[in-house]
């Protein structure tokens, strides 16, 4: 039963009560500063993704397949670009994150004993290269980090199929497979369905970790925009919590063949003398740059059309030499006319090019060896475990904004 009070106590009864409110509102919020510095100091960090933070710094994402060992065209297009990236983040606090993505390998078949070795190989040699997770590199097995797929299955809901096959490697499997242009059921039947969806896992390996920069080579360009079309198409339909990335081109020519130098250098060529593994002995480089294709004129011309495997080995040098950093006084062309200018033969090239090369990859090897059976193999497996239970904190605040969205999850 309610005391009444009396008309004088009632003002000083209103007063009383909004201070204690006022105290009590008070002592929530320092709980929540409190909370907040806790968490922030022991490493996790708010829901917000940057973007709706106000963020600056970029978020790089990118993926290698797990081929085992990487050839020279994968250290120029791809891994000495990652390596320059995570130098510049010393200064910029860049956030990068740097995947195998062996879920992508299974859209072809693949032996289990040989895949699993194979993961093993490639994230060593990531190291190798430079890569480093005291340096800001996240590292990690695409396959240790679920949300990926969770994401891709709710952008597979808002994707659109007709843009899935207009892209380029899906028709062109599509025309491997069928001769006669007609979509019988025996030519379908040879291709998979993860063949066909597997731009939209990339897109979620992207979106997922809320990647703002992506190196991609010329021949991903297509996916990325895909991943921008999935990120666009699911903010429209619910709400923006997807960030679009951006593109970031590799500088380096496309590395080909050594053997048939009109194809990109490449594993799946069965003549193992066409490419560089970029653990290759200095001895084993030379033999190869020695034996590759060039033509019957003994003399140096930068002519890609007319004298392609002349200049790939131009190319290589234009990347691999002492000023490849810095000017066009390295470029094919230059590097060309000056070889013409000292009437240089083939052999002086090839010479040239075998040391550059060595110069390039050395000490590689000797750090693959060293991490791929340091403490017995387990030192590879605590630095994959560290990089992929960084890289699901990573991706679950991204996560549960999507689950929320959408109605799969609580509010976040």
């Given at each position: 039963?309610r ?41 996790e ?51 990068l ?39 800001g590199?996240t ?13 891709m ?30 979509l ?11 063949l066909f ?35 666009t ?27 048939h ?45 007319a ?25 094919p ?10 009437g ?24 693959y060896?060293d ?11 605590e ?6 239970e ?9 996560m ?13």
């Open positions: 039963m005391s009444e009070i009396c008309a004088r106590c009632r003002p000083l009864v209103a007063s009383a009560r909004r201070q204690i409110l006022r105290s009590t509102a008070q002592q929530q919020q320092q709980r929540r500063n409190e909370s907040t510095t806790s968490s922030n100091a022991t490493g960090s708010s829901e917000v993704p940057e973007k709706q933070a106000g963020a600056k710094r970029k978020v790089v994402f990118s993926g290698i397949q797990p081929t085992g060992v990487p050839h020279l065209g994968n250290y120029l297009g791809a891994l000495r670009q990652w390596k320059q990236l995570q130098d510049d983040a010393q200064h910029s606090g860049d956030r994150l740097f995947s195998v993505v062996d879920l992508h390998a299974i859209t072809m078949p693949q032996e289990a004993t040989a895949l699993r070795l194979q993961r093993r190989e490639m994230l060593a040699a990531l190291l190798a290269v430079g890569l480093d997770p005291d340096k590199s590292l990690f097995f695409q396959s240790s980090v679920p949300q990926h797929a969770e994401l299955w709710i952008l597979s809901c808002t994707a659109s199929m007709g843009y899935l096959g207009r892209m380029t490697q899906w028709k062109s499997k599509l025309q491997m497979h069928n001769k006669q242009a007609d019988d059921d025996a030519a379908m039947n040879k291709l998979k369905l993860g969806s597997y731009p939209v896992l990339q897109a979620a390996d992207i979106l997922v970790h809320r990647a703002t920069h992506v190196p991609v080579g010329a021949d991903q360009r297509q996916h990325l925009e895909f991943a921008r079309e999935c990120a198409n699911f903010n429209h339909t619910f709400k923006d919590i997807l960030i679009p990335p951006e593109t970031v081109t590799t500088p380096s020519a496309r590395v080909m063949s050594l053997t130098p009109h194809n990109k250098m490449s594993k799946s060529s069965p003549n193992h003398r066409s490419r560089i593994l970029i653990t290759a002995r200095p001895e084993e480089v030379r033999a190869r740059v020695a034996g590759a294709v060039t033509d019957s004129r003994n003399a140096v011309t930068y002519e890609p059309d004298r392609p495997g002349v200049a790939n080995l131009l190319e290589l040098l234009a990347q691999c030499g002492p000023s490849a950093s810095s000017s066009s006084s390295s470029s062309q230059a590097l060309a006319e000056r070889y013409a200018a000292a240089a033969t083939l052999a002086d090239l090839k010479r040239d090019v075998a040391d550059a090369v060595c110069r390039e990859l050395d000490g590689v090897r000797d750090r060896d991490y791929l059976h340091r403490k017995g193999g387990k030192w590879l497996d630095i994959e475990e560290e990089g992929a960084a890289a699901r904190r990573n991706a679950e605040k991204t549960r904004l999507v689950r929320y969205a959408v109605g799969l999850g609580p509010r976040p």
